[in-house]
């Protein structure tokens, strides 16, 4: 596995995909530092676009606006205490306060380093980890991979939110949206109504874009006349050197990544639960606790390095067992299917190029953040910032549609995408999670196909599902799960 690792090097180093790389951070950045706009969104509008590309080139474009993105988030959050992310809500807590105190370019500096070195330990975990967790999961067969796919449901949706039988409602939608097509066992058809679309089910990358990218369109053009940034009430003057923030903050980094990379493994956990985590831990480690929240750059150091271990590290659960560890990963997922992959244990050895190629992609755009991450980059984006979103709306909107059309040529896809776009904004209004969603319409054939699978070669033993000792231990993660929800109730219950 290892010598793959390194034989996947020169891929990932030609020019096609440093070429990827070098825009995909540029836009990622960009995207980060919009209100309003996130990176799920900026992928969903790109992959279409990729469909005639090579698979480095296009993962290369994912991983420059994934690593972009983490850091973009926090120039808007740092200098107006507005989070281009939900993981840079965190570093608003710090980041703001050193801004209004003439900081605001130490600030930006800090979490351009925190966010390189977060990504960097959390693509390192990436490699080492997941080709060992490639071998243990070729012992997996229709059994486990029913229990996977159910564990990554039920985590996800009473992880994701506050209200878990919210959660669990919208990941049943998500599981029935993906049932809509052809059975892949029997053959018949479910939910088409006799269409012919319909018979094919639903395309993932619509059903992203639509869920996803419409919704915060919408937000937007209800503030039509806003303006997000004036330059001249801000002090964005630098100071300290990149020694000076090693020797300040390298604990901080390493305890935050650890964290961050941690998170990043459990299945919809996400970079804004590890970056308050993260935070939490800086705060109580520190010895002078009061500072925070008044402009202490440790916060901002914690915030952002542990919102970036999470990148890489969600990919682990995603390239090995198939389940998504964020809607980033299930992007990548919905990537190497586009070209033809099918993510499972045997990518490693069937498309190593590939599959390690996009392991350094993710390490080398850490590594770019610092690059392009710095002062320059960020008085440019920050610059953005000052466009009306009454610009912002058609344009995006309009990128969605040419996006969407160029897949298939196809009319009806449109309106899938609009008819999406306001499901997805009908939920975000009601405060249904939308993750649940999207993963379920991932994982709910999946466990469907494995379960009748399983019964198939069992001649339908129900008993065979929990006698093998790979999928005793999910169902006793998936109870510990649950167990835990119910505990943090329980507790809420007795406070009150």
């Given amino acids: 596995m290892f010598d793959s690792l390194f034989n996947a090097l020169p891929v990932a180093l030609q020019f096609g995909s440093l070429v990827s790389l070098f825009v995909g951070t540029l836009v990622g950045i960009l995207i980060g530092a919009l209100p309003g706009l996130n990176p799920v969104m900026a992928i969903a509008l790109m992959l279409p676009l990729t469909y005639g590309f090579d698979p480095v080139i296009a993962l290369g474009l994912v991983a420059g606006i994934y690593n972009g993105s983490m850091y973009g988030g926090a120039i808007p959050a740092i200098l107006l205490k507005i989070p281009g992310t939900p993981a840079a809500i965190?570093?608003?807590?710090?980041?703001?306060?050193?801004?209004?105190?003439?900081?605001?370019?130490?600030?930006?500096?800090?979490?351009?380093?925190?966010?390189?070195?977060?990504?960097?330990?959390?693509?390192?975990?990436?490699?080492?980890?997941?080709?060992?967790?490639?071998?243990?999961?070729?012992?997996?067969?229709?059994?486990?991979?029913?229990?996977?796919?159910?564990?990554?449901?039920?985590?996800?949706?009473?992880?994701?939110?506050?209200?878990?039988?919210?959660?669990?409602?919208?990941?049943?939608?998500?599981?029935?949206?993906?049932?809509?097509?052809?059975?892949?066992?029997?053959?018949?058809?479910?939910?088409?109504?006799?269409?012919?679309?319909?018979?094919?089910?639903?395309?993932?990358?619509?059903?992203?874009?639509g869920l996803y990218a419409i919704p915060p369109v919408l937000e937007m053009a209800e503030k039509r006349n806003a303006t997000y940034y004036d330059a001249g009430s801000f002090k964005v003057d630098a100071s300290g050197n990149a020694l000076t923030l090693i020797r300040q903050h390298w604990r901080t980094w390493t305890r935050s990544s650890l964290i961050g990379v941690s998170v990043g493994i459990l299945p919809g956990a996400g970079g804004n639960l590890a970056a308050l985590l993260s935070y939490n831990e800086a705060k109580r480690k520190s010895t002078n606790p009061e500072?925070?929240?008044?402009?202490?750059?440790?916060?901002?150091?914690?915030?952002?390095?542990?919102?970036?271990?999470?990148?890489?590290?969600?990919?682990?659960?995603?390239?090995?067992?198939?389940?998504p560890g964020n809607l980033v990963a299930a992007l990548v997922l919905g990537a190497l299917m586009i070209h033809g992959l099918?993510?499972?244990?045997?990518?490693?050895?069937?498309?190593?190029?590939?599959?390690?190629?996009?392991?350094?992609?993710?390490?080398?755009?850490?590594?770019?953040?610092?690059?392009?991450?710095?002062?320059?980059?960020?008085?440019?984006?920050?610059?953005?910032?000052?466009?009306?979103?009454?610009?912002?709306?058609?344009?995006?909107?309009?990128?969605?549609a040419v996006g969407v059309y160029t897949v298939k040529g196809n009319m009806m896809d449109l309106y899938v995408m609009l008819g999406f776009g306001l499901l997805g904004y009908l939920l975000h209004r009601l405060a249904f999670p939308l993750a649940p969603v999207v993963l379920g319409v991932l994982l709910g054939p999946m466990a469907e196909q494995n379960l009748r699978l399983a019964m198939l070669l069992s001649q339908d033993d129900v008993g065979s599902l929990f006698t093998r000792p790979i999928s005793q231990g999910i169902i006793a993660l998936l109870l510990l799960v649950l167990f835990s929800q119910v505990w943090k109730m329980l507790r809420k219950g007795r406070q009150r």
């Avoid at 993906?178 to 639903?202: H, K, P, Q």
């Avoid at 901002?300 to 969600?314: F, L, P, R, T, Y």
């Avoid at 045997?346 to 390690?356: A, G, I, M, N």
């Fill in 90 to 209: 965190a570093t608003t807590f710090d980041g703001y306060p050193m801004t209004r105190n003439g900081q605001g370019g130490l600030a930006l500096k800090t979490a351009c380093w925190s966010s390189a070195v977060g990504g960097i330990i959390s693509a390192i975990a990436l490699m080492t980890l997941a080709p060992l967790l490639a071998q243990v999961t070729l012992a997996f067969g229709p059994t486990e991979y029913f229990w996977v796919a159910v564990f990554g449901l039920v985590s996800i949706a009473v992880l994701v939110g506050s209200d878990i039988s919210k959660g669990m409602l919208s990941a049943l939608l998500g599981v029935i949206i993906g049932l809509v097509g052809v059975d892949t066992i029997s053959g018949a058809e479910r939910y088409t109504f006799d269409s012919l679309y319909l018979s094919g089910g639903f395309d993932l990358i619509i059903v992203l874009i």
């Fill in 291 to 323: 500072s925070f929240g008044t402009g202490n750059p440790v916060g901002v150091a914690a915030a952002e390095s542990g919102n970036s271990a999470d990148n890489a590290s969600a990919m682990i659960p995603s390239l090995t067992l198939g389940i």
């Fill in 342 to 400: 099918q993510p499972s244990p045997q990518l490693f050895t069937k498309s190593p190029d590939v599959v390690f190629g996009f392991m350094w992609q993710m390490l080398i755009t850490a590594m770019l953040l610092l690059l392009l991450g710095g002062m320059v980059a960020t008085r440019l984006f920050a610059q953005v910032l000052r466009m009306p979103t009454a610009l912002l709306v058609p344009t995006t909107l309009v990128l969605m």
